[in-house]
């Protein structure tokens, strides 16, 4: 179910117009039943459109309730095993939901062509409005918020009880508590780089998330983080990122994490609380942190860390095992005295 | 020969009147031929000034038409063999060049003190701009394009039809398709950092190149694509760039190339197209990237990569060998049993 | 001693009312002793505040002048045998020096709320001010000086002649020399990511310090530049960094430096004159690195590199060194015959 404070319901479709629009043949279901709205396939309701890229991604489901789901061929029965309402079979599922998605919900976007501070807006006591500041309709300013100079606000965004908003900062389709700190240049709420190809090329997929960023958060300069596909990109209560951060969409960072600049997360990766990482560390997509794991710097995370661990080097294994491998690679080249 | 859309030429010089601002001693050729503008020694015109920094970078040419061509004493000869026009000697020809050049050449600038949209911009049909955009002289914007507050379009910038431009995005001396997607923050046009050493220290390099973007070109929010020193930095259409991703002077993309977040190329090098690269891979100056090659996530490129490989590491090398050369790695200091 | 320029001493404190705001227990000296500034404890003066993490932050320190310094117990001796006026005993010093500090010194702000160039700003002849600028109370700015449009330039900030600022550039609690160039996007002067813990979780630390530029300084686009907890994160004269790069709190650069694209220095480590570092090299926090030394692309810094040496790798070693090893690792890969 997309946030209606972001996004923007377009009229319904019958599945039957859905498959068609999508260019997807009809293999299952009821070609009468209305679907009004997209989700991620694990969520999805009975009037929701859902994809699957391939029969993978069904591992560990048990059952489904999408009104309708894109996929290939080979993965039509486990899809109406699993309780899907409709299935519609295509060559390119990812393709054909980015095409239906948008005929159902359109983000809400603001132009700043004729104002620069809605009056639809709702501002609370005693908020600062830095010179120029962008306010879309429908956002939230909670009282005692401090918003920088040429700061933009998109449409339906909640801010907090005293917020501070770095001047240029962009923040869209987010939701965040009090007190959070969000410092000059840092872009929230823009879409991740989820691409898929069709006939012609490389294509950028529609998103239709947003972020949640807990209460005492802080991000920093030029620091990016994109808004979820489906649901929400999440950073728990005061965690910190340095500049020059990014976490990329569907990430879930815990409490009380910190991250150094450069550090990157990619798409969907899952942080505990407590996890601290050293600058220029990064995280490979769809990765698990377990609580209180410490990353150091410069490290390539590809595998899961478990709680508390620490793990280093590139690819990243446990700290203590990267040194002795070290070790063991400076005596080795010592001894073949290669020079 | 420089993009008149961004630079404009000043009086011109005789090879006498140029040789002697530059401080370099004329060697070679008719001192009265005419001079007004400037290019890389390969591309040079009988009108147009160039340098070279070494003998080594003449390797592989076999003619050359340049006007004037500033080099240090023993790179002279094999320059008037190629057929150089004139041909002038000084110790520092990159600080010579730099001098003379900025006399025949400046960029157009735009200081936004006195308007913020230009009477001389060109706007198309339903173009939408947003609070305080800024858009210089001799600019051109496509139908349809929508660009988002504060950002800045500098003089003779062209865009497509139904581009996007985010807020406080900046685009200078770029040229750029139809459907190009610019996120927030994303700053295009500016110098590539080159530097020289003059007498008083480090010196930054003088570009007079721009950028040009293909059709559904997609830059990530607070990426740098930075302009040619001469030419054109280019990025092939459908390709698309993550967060926070560098691009540098005279980089060539391919088409339908996806780069994630961090990824950062160097100096002149080529990418072909449909190359995939993981988030925080680099690649070094003047290297090559053969078509489909994929680079693994942290990978750092030092070497060219042939098409279709799968490259990672760091340095860079088969992911295979790499992963291999991993695990021996581990076994060795397990056996040492260093612990 | 706190840059007045930048900073606003609040109302001074006695050293009993100091620990009882502190939270400290007072276990020496002169409790009537005024107090009305903050330092780091090497530097500060006998009406000063300062505070020690632990025993081994006094390692190389002979005598002490500190008004009052908040320890925990251990340190408490040490201290006092140093020479510093008073000594007040918790178990988190930094969190209630933290605490502490701020009740005597506030930094400047301007909100821009109420006008965009402050009627207390003094500007050089000829200055070029963009749209949209916003200059700070007592802001300065040099002759000659063009400010893009958009660009913020904070209280007190001292910007020297001739000096180009980006488009969209956030400049705060900066002083600057002659012909800097900070390109768009660039944001200076935001506090360090410092934090600690106190009993509800993770606090980011306050900033008293500032940060120094010298002449002909060159800032990427979208590069940060972080003010220092006390007294001046510095870069030297000519020193050129490319975009994408970050500089934090404390860090000392020297002159001539050139960084390339994404390289990272984090706190409180210096680098003497002539250093380069290459694409995505990145430096751990206190370490030193000497005078023309090279730092290949990709290196991870964990160590002071002796002058004029060339390292690499992760971690960095010198880089023959790395390059052998290397050599080492794929030869015994290749006897293992693993495929």
């Keep these: 179910m997309s946030d209606k404070r972001f996004y923007e319901l377009q009229a319904p479709l019958t599945v039957r117009a859905a498959a068609l629009a999508a260019g997807a043949a009809l293999v299952h279901g009821d070609d009468t039943l209305m679907l009004c709205d997209v989700a991620a396939l694990e969520t999805a309701a009975p009037d929701e459109i859902a994809f699957v890229r391939s029969a993978r991604h069904l591992k560990g489901l048990h059952s489904l309730s999408a009104g309708l789901c894109l996929c290939t061929e080979d993965v039509k029965d486990p899809l109406i095993a699993l309780g899907v309402q409709a299935v519609a079979v295509c060559p390119r599922p ?3 939901f980015n095409t239906l998605a948008l005929l159902l919900v359109q983000p809400k976007r603001a132009s700043f062509t004729e104002y620069a501070i809605s009056p639809h807006a709702r501002l609370g006591k005693n ?6 500041v962008c306010i879309g309709p429908d956002a939230q ?3 005692g918020t401090v918003i920088g100079p040429y700061a933009v606000i998109g449409p339906g965004c909640v801010l907090g009880k005293n917020c501070i908003i770095g001047a240029n900062a962009v923040v869209g389709f987010t939701v965040m508590g009090d007190r959070v700190d969000i410092r000059p240049g840092a872009v929230l709420g823009e879409p991740g780089l989820g691409v898929f190809a069709d006939e012609n090329g490389i294509v950028a997929s ?6 949640y960023l807990g209460d005492e958060v802080r991000i920093g300069a030029n620091s990016t983080v994109d808004r979820a596909v489906f649901g929400q990109t999440q950073i728990g209560a005061r965690s910190k990122l340095d500049n020059l951060v990014q976490v990329s969409h569907n990430v879930q960072i815990g409490e009380d994490c910190v991250l150094a600049s450069f550090c990157g997360i990619a798409g969907s990766s899952v942080l505990g609380n407590d996890v601290m990482m050293g600058g220029r560390a990064g995280i490979a997509d769809h990765i698990t942190i377990g609580t209180g794991a410490r990353i150091a710097a410069a490290a390539a995370v590809m ?3 478990p709680d508390g661990e620490v793990w280093g080097g590139h690819p990243a ?9 070290q070790i063991a690679l400076r005596d080795l080249a010592t001894k073949k005295g290669v020079s």
Tied chains: 1, 2, 3.
Aim: hydrophobic share 35%.
């Design 94 to 96: 990812d393709e054909a």
């Design 127 to 132: 908020v600062q409005i830095g010179a120029g």
């Design 141 to 143: 300013i909670g009282d």
């Design 206 to 211: 529609a998103h239709f998330g947003s972020v």
């Design 303 to 305: 595998k899961n860390i």
């Design 317 to 325: 294994r446990p700290l203590r095992r990267y040194m002795r491998e």
